[in-house]
């Protein structure tokens, strides 16, 4: 029989216990931060894991007491945005279940929308990494964008028999796609100055939802879903 401790013991400790485990999240989560950011506007070879601990404001140690080394930083950055995207989507495929192709296919491209609004360095981040041949290239189409590929085709070719979805491949369709939604949050400043409003705000954000699933989308399931009617997670 394992003998418990004193209530009063654990009671004492604990709290010992918490606070550096506390810590340590914040900081890592601190690091991450940074490292999304460095990672963005620098990609994978141009990125300093020292820029990131001064921006992260920590010690350059740190940065690999918890992430091991960049590789470990980058895969840790890639699951917090990439890896963070596809658990939402699949999510959202699972709750749709009995769902027609086409309603599927507008609801995921309304949720990428929102998503990428929501997380303006995930666009960037992609788009570094894609420009050049590199191993972190290949692990992030086979592992994220390849089966996001894959699974979005598929709903765009059935949107496309029913008369729904404009005409085309569908992946090159995709790639239209994500460069017509995601331009307007890296542009954010700029497109601020000319039209007077941010594209994070939320009548904005409704006006371009609508804007490009029009673009893309035939009939009326162009038009967006809305705040209230997304997932609930």
């Known amino acids: 029989m394992i003998k418990s401790e004193p209530a009063e013991a654990l009671e004492s400790t604990s709290p010992a ?3 550096p485990q506390a810590r340590a999240r914040e900081t890592g989560e601190k690091i991450l931060a940074a ?12 990125a300093s894991t020292r820029a990131v601990a001064a921006a992260a404001g920590v010690q350059h140690p740190l940065v690999n007491y918890h992430f091991k080394s960049k590789e470990g ?29 086409v309603t599927k296919l507008r609801l995921v491209q309304e949720d990428f929308i929102r998503f990428s609004a929501e ?10 990494a894609g420009q050049h041949p590199s191993k ?20 765009i070719r059935a949107a496309q028999r029913a008369g729904s979805y404009v005409e ?3 992946e090159h369709l995709q790639y239209l796609f994500i460069g017509a939604t995601t331009r307007i949050f890296t542009l954010a400043a700029e497109v ?13 954000l409704d006006r371009h939802v609508a804007a490009c699933l029009g673009l893309f989308f035939r009939t ?9 009617s997304r997932r609930k997670t």
Do not use: C
Not at 35 to 46: N, R, S, Y
Not at 138 to 150: D, G, M, Q, W
């Open 35 to 46: 490292a999304l950011k460095e990672f963005a506007e620098h990609g994978f070879a141009g």
């Open 17 to 19: 216990t918490r606070r």
């Open 73 to 101: 930083l980058w895969r840790a950055v890639l699951e917090a945005t990439a890896g963070q995207f596809m658990d939402q989507f699949q999510s959202r495929l699972a709750g749709l279940r009995g769902v027609d192709d």
């Open 136 to 155: 972190q290239l290949n692990a992030l189409v086979n592992e994220f964008v390849r089966p996001y590929f894959t699974t979005i085709s598929s709903l």
């Open 220 to 228: 009326s399931t162009a038009k967006p879903t809305g705040a209230n």
């Open 119 to 128: 997380n303006p360095h995930f666009h960037l981040l992609m788009s570094q």
């Open 168 to 170: 085309g491949d569908p």
């Open 192 to 204: 601020k100055l000319i039209t007077g409003a941010s594209p994070f705000s939320a009548a904005m």
